[in-house]
């Protein structure tokens, strides 16, 4: 069964930084593609991130390059997102997403949501 678990999320003002953790089980983590997807009240959900399965290729949404920064560490099943700068538009549910599919990696990639969030907030 696929788990994905994180963790690191908190109350920070704004500027403040913040590091998400999200430790896989139930498949082979190295496979596959993760994200980073979040969701503000009343928002849909938003890809602010992803990473190839051996971690050498990566994407950001406009509003977070420069300040964001995704990596994983396959002999630990655990992929990360670093906040930076962080600004009061970037809170949000944060949620790590699996690749739908193993050994891929392109624009339409789709992923899936497992686990069940880490809340981000940023204010003074």
């Known amino acids: 069964e696929v788990q994905l678990v994180e963790s690191g999320g908190g109350l920070v003002q704004p500027g403040g930084s913040l590091r998400l953790s999200c430790v896989a089980s139930g498949f082979t983590f190295r496979f596959y593609a993760m994200s980073w997807v979040r969701q503000a009240p009343g928002k849909g959900v938003e890809r602010v991130s992803a990473i190839d399965g051996g971690g050498s290729s990566t994407y950001y949404t406009d509003s977070v390059k420069g300040r964001f920064t995704i990596s994983r560490d396959n002999a630990k099943d655990t992929l990360y997102l670093e906040l930076n700068s962080l600004k009061s538009e970037d809170t949000a549910m944060y949620y790590c997403?699996?690749?739908?599919?193993?050994?891929?990696?392109?624009?339409?990639?789709?992923?899936?949501?497992w686990g069940q969030g880490t809340q981000v907030t940023v204010s003074s």
């Open positions: 997403a699996k690749a739908q599919v193993p050994w891929n990696w392109y624009s339409g990639l789709e992923y899936k949501i």
